[in-house]
């Protein structure tokens, strides 16, 4: 009798512990199976805002030529820069309407000496609406509407935009900045001297 009564309570210890370990496991695969779908989770939100941000760190012009187009002496009338680029690094197209511009200056750099210590910071501005291929002449605003990564595109940018109404006038020996932005992209900043007896065709890069 006692043998047996023995034999009974080790086979209750064994199926308790059977059963804590299964309890155990279930919990743990559980607490496994939540874990994994958290890591995955993670690494989707992670995905899409790499790939996001991928996109828009890649949307940089690079300016291969600067130079000035024309030059008009008596006023901001005829001035005019030429630049020639690409989007070597873009993941997709870029609507030429996104591509921004703005140049900056003093209007106190250059000309007789002010009265007024003061320094007007004044702009010319638009986007590359205009802008073509190096087939077209960069200045047709009907040429395209997007610019795909590895083509070379042109453009002038006349300093009179927008509308006429641009205050940025091209003169000798000054400096100034000239600003390209993508939307939602990269932002390129040009500084650049026109020196005295500056003639078209100027490198404003070098």
Known sequence: MEEGFKRDTCAEVALSAMVSMIMILLFSALVAGMALMMIEQAFMESRTQSVEQSETLNSVPLVLVFEVEQLDTTGNTNDQLYLMFK???????????????????????????????????????????????????????????????QTYYHVLIDLTSPNGNGDCDLVEDMHATLVIAVEKGRTVELDFYVPDDVTPGYDLMS
């Open 87 to 149: 989007f070597p690094f873009a993941g997709d197209t870029i609507a030429d309407t996104n591509v921004k511009w703005a140049m900056m200056c003093d209007i106190n750099d250059t000309g007789p000496p002010q009265t007024s210590s003061a320094h007007t910071l004044v702009y010319s501005s638009g986007n590359f609406d205009v802008a073509t291929d190096l087939n077209g002449n960069a200045n047709d605003a009907a040429s395209l509407d997007e610019f795909n990564p």
